[in-house]
């Protein structure tokens, strides 16, 4: 039983969470020892949500699981956590998540609740409805990112903001391409938006957010060394791993993949470099020199 509880959890997609550490990270403020305290609480509050939102979206829908190929073996759609039981769990993560960033700082707070209330509503309305789905989701992203600033009271640059928009659409409409290469002719079997959706919008959309991703880092990479002062070029620097990790994701994404982003960060060893390379560059530019 605690397998299949902890299974619903989904601790896979935890890792989506770390990016409550990107704004405290760049402002050099993790060096702090309350500074990062506060970030892993908030962390923590938003495992305890997206938990708990997990949970309520696969009580809502059971029965349409329980026809799904693969989603029948989800713990609730299987019956291994009794639905009664899912709902008394699933509503104490919805609570204990904002109750945990609300004890960092009330805005770190607001904006876990305003992220429980999106992927909430996204379940229930916002995924049903085309570009306004991808828009929802990378919402969910951003908004991580605004509670790590909130929650260490930081400044967001806008070229922060605009940055973290962006890659969070370019993945979100990856997962969307991959989707439905995926599933070919027969795309309403899964998400009703897939239907509405062709290879080369996609493409387009993958286009327009990369190349607005890779823009956005580059402006808030000169800002950000304008703002320390330091004549060492690592801000500049970390553009080249930046570059090749979205070009190295999107040569994943027209390969097929890219259906479960968090499988592919964790599997890909190239990925994985060059997001060490870039936090080694980046790091040195804000803890170093």
Request: proline letters at 3%; hydrophobic letters at 50%.
């Amino acid at each position: 039983m605690i397998g299949a509880l902890l299974k619903e959890a989904r601790p896979k997609q935890w890792t989506k969470n770390v990016l409550v550490f990107a704004a405290p990270g760049a402002a050099g403020v993790l060096s702090h020892g309350d500074q990062l305290l506060r970030s892993l609480v908030t962390f923590a509050a938003f495992c305890l949500a997206a938990s708990g939102t997990y949970y309520w979206n696969d009580i809502l829908d059971v029965e349409a699981d329980r026809a799904h190929v693969r989603k029948r073996n989800r713990p609730i759609a299987s019956g291994a956590v009794p639905i009664g039981l899912a709902r008394i769990i699933g509503t104490l993560l919805l609570l204990a998540g904002p109750a945990l960033a609300f004890a960092v700082r009330w805005q770190a707070g607001a904006a876990c609740v305003a992220y429980i209330v999106l992927t909430s509503t996204y379940s229930m309305l916002w995924k049903h409805i085309a570009v306004v789905d991808l828009a929802a989701v990378a919402s969910g992203f951003v908004l991580r990112a605004v509670a790590g600033a909130a929650g260490t009271n930081v400044h967001m640059s806008t070229w922060f903001v605009l940055c973290t928009t962006f890659g969070s659409l370019f993945i979100v409409t990856g997962k969307r391409y991959a989707e439905l290469r995926e599933l070919g002719d027969n795309p309403t079997t899964a998400r009703a938006t897939l239907d509405y959706y062709s290879m080369d919008y996609l493409r387009t959309v993958l286009a327009i957010s990369c190349g607005s991703a890779l823009v956005s880092y580059c402006l808030w990479a000169f800002e950000a060394k304008e703002i320390s002062g330091t004549r060492w070029p690592s801000y500049e620097l970390s553009i080249v791993p930046m570059l090749i990790a979205l070009l190295r994701y999107l040569l994943i994404i027209e390969q097929g993949h890219g259906a479960a982003p968090e499988e592919i960060f964790a599997a890909d060893r190239t990925l994985q470099v060059l997001g060490v390379v870039w936090l080694v560059i980046f790091a040195s530019g804000v803890y170093i020199t």
